[in-house]
């Protein structure tokens, strides 16, 4: 069992699109157990991408990441990370294949509605930056043996 962590971004707010995004997750038989609406500002999403600070793109992913509050969820379910991966998609929504939730509900890279962990050591790290201890809750649900 894995838990992953996914942020559902300002363009998925702006379009009304947090719950058909859900929705996906759920209907794949994945377990919700974290899941807040989050202002970030530049250190969070600093951190975050840390990787892409020095790309000529970084000012305008910081401007799209801090348009409305974006929406944190903690998930999980067997092989969690690369199962939310693969519903995610391609990067660039053009490449994104249909059936994938970026290539069903975003057109461009500049608004590619959700981030999601690629692998189980980011995961761990990106759960504690976005969620504070106790916010990530484990129950127990009546389908937990049927999915
Ligand atoms: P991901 O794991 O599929 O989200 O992709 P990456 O880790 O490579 O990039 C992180 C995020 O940075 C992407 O989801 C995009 O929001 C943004 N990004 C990456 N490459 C580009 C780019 O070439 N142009 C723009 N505008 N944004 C980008």
Redesign the pocket.
């Known amino acids: 069992m894995e838990t992953t962590l996914i942020l559902l ?1 300002p363009d998925t707010v702006e379009r009304s699109l947090v719950g058909q995004v859900i929705s996906r997750l759920e209907n794949k038989g994945l377990k919700i157990n974290g899941l807040k609406m989050m202002q970030l500002d530049d250190a969070i999403i600093e951190e975050h ?1 840390d ?2 600070m020095d ?1 000529p ?1 970084f000012p ?2 910081k401007a ?2 801090k348009r409305t509050p974006v929406v944190a969820i903690a998930v999980s379910g067997a092989n969690a990370i690369a199962t939310v ?1 693969n519903l ?1 998609g ?3 929504p053009s490449e994104a294949l249909p059936g994938s939730i ?1 290539g069903d509900f975003a057109l ?5 509605i ?3 962990s ?1 692998s189980a050591e980011t995961a761990e790290k990106e759960l504690k930056r976005f969620f504070n201890e106790g916010e990530v809750v484990e129950y127990t649900k009546v389908t937990d043996a049927v999915v």
């Open positions: 971004k991408y990787f892409l790309k793109f305008g992913i799209y990441m991966r995610t391609a990067t660039n970026r461009t890279i500049d608004a590619n959700i981030h999601a690629d």
